[in-house]
C-alpha cells in the first residue's frame, strides 16, 4: 500500500528553470495539499484540492500553480524557479471527514540556485 | 494572523518525564478539528493524535494526550513517559472551514530533545 508518492524526491534547479512536482495517492481522498516547510516556518500551505478538477489558493501561492486532472494525483509546477523557492515540499492527502488526518508523502527536498 | 501558534521553538525533557507542548488556534468557526503531527530526523510527516472540537473527552493515545480547553482555544500535546525515539520536531494542526472546503493549516513546530 504505498499511501503518499512524491516525485521527485531532490532536485537542483537553476534560477529561471521550471519543473513540476508529482503528487499521486491511492487512497481515492478528495483532498490534496501542497505545503512548504522552511526551518522556524513549519508548513505553509500553497494550493489545495477538493476534488478532482478543483484547486485552490493556500497562504503562500505566488509562483506556484497545480492541477487536478485526476483524483489520485495532484501537479505542483514552477515555471521560473526563484531562490526564495528553496525548500521542503510536502503533498498530503485526506478524506472528506473533518475527523480523519492527512497522510504524507515523504517530502520533495529542492534547491533553485 | 497565525492560525496556528506554538511558541516553544525547542524543549529538552529527560528519559521517563512527561512533557507538554503548547499550541493555541485561531478560528470563528463551531466545528474544526485538532491534530498533532510528529516529524523526526528522516523527514515524514507522522500522525500523533486527533481531538474534535465537539468532543467532550481529552483524546488519548499510548502516551499521547491532548490538553483540550476550548474556551482558551489551546490544544497543548502530553507526551508521557518520554522516550529517546521522541526526539524530534512535533507540529500542531487545524481543520477549519464549510465541507466542501476544508483548510488545514500548521503552526511553526516544536523540537523535542530527549535527553538520557
Known amino acids: 500500500n504505498a499511501g503518499v508518492t512524491q516525485t521527485p524526491k531532490f532536485r537542483v534547479l537553476k534560477t529561471g528553470q521550471s519543473m513540476t512536482l508529482l503528487c499521486a495517492q491511492d487512497?481515492?481522498?478528495?483532498?490534496m495539499y501542497w505545503y512548504r516547510q522552511d526551518p522556524g516556518m513549519g508548513l505553509r500551505l500553497i494550493h489545495y484540492s477538493v476534488g478532482e478538477g478543483t484547486t485552490a489558493k493556500g497562504e503562500v501561492p505566488d509562483g506556484y500553480n497545480v492541477s487536478r486532472l485526476k483524483k489520485q494525483n495532484f501537479l505542483l509546477g514552477l515555471e521560473s524557479a526563484a531562490p526564495s523557492q528553496t525548500s521542503v515540499y510536502f503533498c498530503?492527502?485526506?478524506?472528506?471527514?473533518?475527523?480523519?488526518?492527512?497522510?504524507f508523502g515523504q517530502g520533495t527536498r529542492l534547491t533553485v540556485v | 494572523a497565525q492560525k496556528i501558534t506554538q511558541t516553544q521553538p525547542g524543549m529538552f525533557v529527560q528519559e521517563k518525564e512527561a512533557v507538554t507542548l503548547d499550541c493555541t488556534y485561531d478560528?470563528?468557526?463551531?466545528?474544526?478539528?485538532l491534530f498533532w503531527y510528529k516529524q523526526p530526523s528522516s523527514g515524514e510527516m507522522i500522525f500523533l493524535i486527533y481531538q474534535g472540537s465537539y468532543d467532550e473527552q481529552n483524546a488519548t493515545e499510548g502516551r499521547y494526550s491532548l490538553n483540550f480547553q476550548k474556551a482558551r482555544k489551546s490544544a497543548n500535546l502530553v507526551i508521557s513517559a518520554s522516550q529517546l525515539g521522541d526526539s524530534a520536531m512535533y507540529f500542531c494542526a487545524m481543520r477549519e472551514g464549510p465541507p466542501n472546503d476544508y483548510k488545514l493549516s500548521f503552526g511553526a513546530g516544536t523540537t523535542v530533545t530527549v535527553r538520557a
Open positions: 498530503a492527502s485526506s478524506s472528506w471527514h473533518r475527523d480523519t488526518e492527512a497522510f
Open positions: 478560528t470563528s468557526d463551531q466545528s474544526y478539528g
Open positions: 487512497m481515492n481522498h478528495e483532498y
